[in-house]
C-alpha cells in the first residue's frame, strides 16, 4: 500500500444501528452485486470498503464482475456509507418536493377525469379540445351544451363587429393570449332564444341586460351582437353611452337646432366604427327624403347611405345632425318588404347614462341636461319601441355612471324614474356572477394560457383562495389572477 493512499472500513453489516437485528456472522453474508450470491470475491462479501483518495475523491470496491457491491440486512433493506447528517437536513426539502409532485399528480388525475366525462356527455367535440373549450365558434349554434364554454371570436368579425374596441381589460387578455375567447353564458343564450322566436312584424321589444359591477354583461352583448351579425343584421351599436355625456372636447351649439349642443368628434368616431362594421349594408340602403347640411351642400332623395354617412366623416362640423337623419333612416326602414330589406340591431352599452346627469357645461358654467345634447336626443328616439324589424338590446352598467352609488345596479336604481318610464315594458335579464361551471372553465382557462405562475395558484387550497376573494366575480377574478 502506498503512502498516497490508506483504506477505511465503512460500516458493516451491524444490524443494531441500521435496521434493529443482530448481526449475521460474516461467513454467511451475501454480495450485495447483481451477479449473484456467490462472485467470489470473499473482501467484497464480508466488508464494503470505501477507498479514499489523497486527492479527496471517493472511490468504491466493486465485486470481480465489475458491479458494485452493496452488503443487505436480513430484512433486505441494504446499508450505506452516506453521510445521514446531510440526508436529514435535506428532508425538509425532499418532502417539498414530493408533495408538490403528488399534488400535481392528482391535479392531472382529476382533470382527465372531468375531461373523459365531458367526451362521454357530448362525443362529437374532438379530442385536442379541452373542456372548458367548445370549437363551435358560430354563434347560431350555441346550445345549454356549451353553457360555461370558451369559443373562439375569428380575427375578421372582431375587426369588422368591433372596430371601437371591446372593454380595455378584455383587451388586454387579447393582446396577452393572442386570441379572443368569449365564454357561453346562460344570459346570452337566453336572449338568443328571445330573439329567434320574437315576431317581427310587431314593434321591437326591447331587452334589458342588469347585474353587479364586472359580472359580465358587456360580454354577453357582445355574444348577442355576434349572432345578430352572423344572421346578417344591421348592427347599430353604441360601445358605452356614458362617453357622450362625460368629458366631452369639443361641445358646440347646434346650428340647426337652438338650444341643443353638438359633439362633433364623438359623432365623427362613432359614424367612422358605424361605417367599418355595416359598410355592405350602405349602398343597398337607400334615403326617403333630402337633407339639407349647408346652403352649398346637401343630399338627395334616393341616394346611397353610404353618401349620408361620407358627409358626416368629411364635415365634421355636421356630423352630429348626419348621426339624427342615419338614424331616422334606419328606423323607417327596418323590417321593410321592400328590396334590400333588414333586421336592426340597436345595442346601446350603459343605456342608464340617457336619463342621468353630465358633467358638461355651458358658457354659463351651468349644467348640460341629456336631452340638450343632439346625440342623446337622437338615440332617445331609436329607443322608442315605435318601429318594427327589429331589436333594442340594452344594457346597466354602474361603470361610468355618475352621482350613483358604487351598489347600485338594479334597473329603478340606475335607470331612475324618467328612464325607467321611458324604458318600460322590458325584458330584464339578470347577469349573475360565475357558477361552479364557469368559474372551473375560467380557471382552466387561465391554467392551459399559463396566465397563473404562482406555484400556490395551481394547487386545491390556491384556488380556493382565489374563490373567496373573487366572490366568483368575473372582473375581480381577472384582476386577481393577473398577478399570479
Not at 353630465?358 to 341636461?369: C, G, I, M, R
Request: glycine share 6%; net charge positive; proline share 6%.
Amino acid at each position: 500500500m502506498t503512502a498516497s493512499h490508506h483504506f477505511r472500513p465503512v460500516r458493516t453489516l451491524n444490524m443494531d444501528t441500521t435496521c434493529g437485528v443482530t448481526s449475521q456472522p460474516e461467513s454467511t453474508r451475501l454480495c450485495g452485486c447483481a451477479c449473484g450470491s456467490d462472485c467470489g470475491s470473499a473482501d467484497a462479501v464480508k466488508v464494503r470498503f470505501l477507498s479514499i483518495h489523497s486527492t479527496g475523491q471517493r472511490t468504491r470496491s466493486r465485486c470481480p464482475t465489475g458491479q458494485r457491491t452493496r452488503s443487505r440486512c436480513p430484512t433486505g433493506q441494504r446499508t450505506r456509507s452516506r453521510c445521514w447528517d446531510s440526508v436529514i437536513m435535506n428532508l425538509p426539502r425532499l418532502y417539498h418536493r414530493l408533495r408538490l409532485t403528488a399534488r400535481s399528480l392528482h391535479s392531472s388525475a382529476n382533470g382527465q377525469q372531468v375531461e373523459k366525462v365531458a367526451l362521454a356527455v357530448d362525443p362529437d367535440v374532438p379530442s385536442q379540445f379541452s373542456v372548458f373549450r367548445t370549437s363551435e365558434n358560430d354563434p347560431t349554434c350555441h346550445t345549454e351544451l356549451h353553457a360555461g364554454q370558451y369559443y373562439t371570436l375569428p380575427p375578421a368579425h372582431m375587426r369588422t363587429l368591433f372596430p371601437h374596441g371591446l372593454p380595455p381589460r378584455f383587451q388586454m387578455q387579447m393582446k396577452t393570449f393572442n386570441e379572443a375567447c368569449v365564454m357561453v353564458r346562460q344570459p346570452a343564450l337566453e336572449l338568443i332564444t328571445c330573439l329567434r322566436k320574437a315576431d317581427y312584424s310587431k314593434p321591437a321589444l326591447r331587452y334589458v341586460l342588469y347585474g353587479e359591477k364586472g359580472c359580465g354583461k358587456t360580454l354577453s352583448l357582445c355574444h348577442v351582437l355576434h349572432f345578430c351579425s352572423t344572421q346578417g343584421w344591421l348592427v347599430l351599436h353604441i360601445p358605452d353611452a356614458h362617453l357622450w355625456v362625460k368629458n366631452c372636447r369639443e361641445l358646440l351649439p347646434s346650428s340647426s337646432r337652438p338650444g341643443r349642443f353638438d359633439q362633433p368628434i364623438q359623432a365623427l368616431n362613432w359614424l367612422k366604427n358605424f361605417k367599418t362594421t355595416n359598410e355592405h349594408f350602405l349602398s343597398k340602403i337607400k334615403t326617403t327624403q333630402r337633407y339639407v347640411w349647408t346652403k352649398r351642400e346637401s343630399t338627395e332623395e334616393g341616394r346611397p347611405l353610404g353618401e349620408l354617412v361620407d358627409q358626416g366623416v368629411s364635415r365634421v362640423k355636421s356630423s352630429s345632425d348626419v348621426v339624427g337623419a342615419l338614424l331616422r333612416e334606419l328606423r323607417l326602414q327596418a323590417g321593410g318588404a321592400a328590396e334590400g330589406a333588414f333586421r336592426l340591431a340597436v345595442a346601446v352599452d350603459g343605456v342608464n347614462a340617457l336619463w342621468g346627469k353630465t358633467t358638461l357645461k355651458k358658457e354659463d358654467k351651468s349644467e348640460v341636461l341629456p336631452e340638450e345634447l343632439t346625440l342623446i336626443h337622437n338615440l332617445r328616439k331609436m329607443l322608442r319601441n315605435d318601429w318594427c324589424g327589429g331589436a333594442i338590446l340594452t344594457t346597466l352598467s354602474q361603470t361610468g355612471s355618475l352621482f350613483k352609488p358604487r351598489s347600485a345596479y338594479l334597473p329603478m336604481e340606475l335607470l331612475g324614474e324618467e328612464g325607467f318610464d321611458n324604458m318600460d315594458p322590458f325584458v330584464p335579464i339578470p347577469v349573475s356572477n360565475y357558477s361552479d361551471k364557469e368559474l372551473e372553465s375560467c380557471y382552466l382557462y387561465y391554467l392551459d394560457r399559463n396566465w397563473l405562475q404562482h406555484p400556490h395558484s395551481r394547487t386545491e387550497d390556491g384556488k380556493k383562495e382565489l374563490i373567496f376573494l373573487s366572490s366568483r366575480n368575473p372582473s375581480i377574478l381577472e384582476r386577481l389572477c393577473a398577478f399570479l
